[in-house]
Antibody
Framework: QVQLHQSGPGLVKPSQTLSLTCAISGDSVSSKSAAWNWIRQSPSRGLEWLGRTYYRSKWYNDYAVSVKSRITINPDTSKNQFSLQLNSVTPEDTAVYYC????????????????WGQGTLVTVSS | DIQMTQSPSTLSASVGDRVTITCRAS??????LAWYQQKPGKAPKLLIYKASSLESGVPSRFSGSGSGTEFTLTISSLQPDDFASYYC?????????FGQGTKVEIK
């Protein structure tokens, strides 16, 4: 059974960097049949996909256009986890942040998210 | 980005009712459409992927249909555990977007 467990601060000051980590159990961040995503949810923006990292003989990343200049998602194979860094945050970045897996069904990526972390409310405020 | 428009935004129904939620994409997404259920304070739960494939463990009263730009989630007989919010989600060209959600309330 795949489980994702998130950790990181719930309060970040404006202009600083938001950092969250997602620890994986029951699967591997280096799996060639999964991709590892960050998604956020706020009343004003709804559910918003932020980006992903995945391994297919080398590491790849895809990022949403809306955050592309400010986001980094990195895998950590030694700890079987992946992280989110979002720079130069403003109050608009206040949201519940989720990590999520895109798995496979029948040797094909789902293009949707089958396992989710518990969510972390991050508030951007001084 | 492709925009997803869900309707209705709120739906009042009774136990045993047949419920239908619609999601429209601003351009064709083939069958890359998923449906999620979310309860307050919890992460979304995958119900349907690739427009009509039922995720393992999800009750068969949930079904999905559609392709191209118009998609439907149907609950054949609403159960007490089904009162929640539902979201569609599309995939196209390395980008994912979600609908704004439909809240299913007790009538």
């Amino acid at each position: 059974q795949v489980q994702l467990h998130q950790s990181g601060p719930g309060l970040v000051k404006p202009s600083q960097t938001l950092s969250l980590t997602c620890a994986i159990s029951g699967d591997s961040v280096s799996s060639k049949s999964a991709a590892w995503n960050w998604i956020r949810q706020s009343p004003s923006r709804g559910l918003e996909w932020l980006g992903r990292t995945y391994y297919r003989s080398k590491w790849y990343n895809d990022y949403a256009v809306s955050v592309k200049s400010r986001i980094t998602i990195n895998p950590d194979t030694s700890k079987n986890q992946f992280s989110l860094q979002l720079n130069s945050v403003t109050p608009e970045d206040t949201a519940v942040y989720y990590c999520a897996r895109e798995g496979e069904r029948g040797k094909e990526l789902l293009r949707s998210f089958d396992y989710w972390g518990q969510g972390t409310l991050v508030t951007v405020s001084s | 980005d492709i925009q997803m428009t869900q309707s209705p935004s709120t739906l009042s129904a009774s136990v045993g009712d047949r419920v239908t939620i619609t999601c429209r994409a601003s351009q064709s997404i083939s069958s890359w459409l998923a449906w999620y259920q979310q309860k307050p304070g919890k992460a979304p739960k995958l119900l349907i992927y690739k427009a009509s494939s039922l995720e393992s463990g999800v009750p068969s009263r949930f079904s999905g249909s559609g392709s191209g730009t118009e998609f439907t989630l149907t609950i054949s007989s609403l159960q007490p555990d089904d009162f929640a919010s539902y979201y569609c989600q599309q995939y196209n060209s390395y980008s994912w977007t979600f609908g704004q959600g439909t809240k299913v309330e007790i009538k």
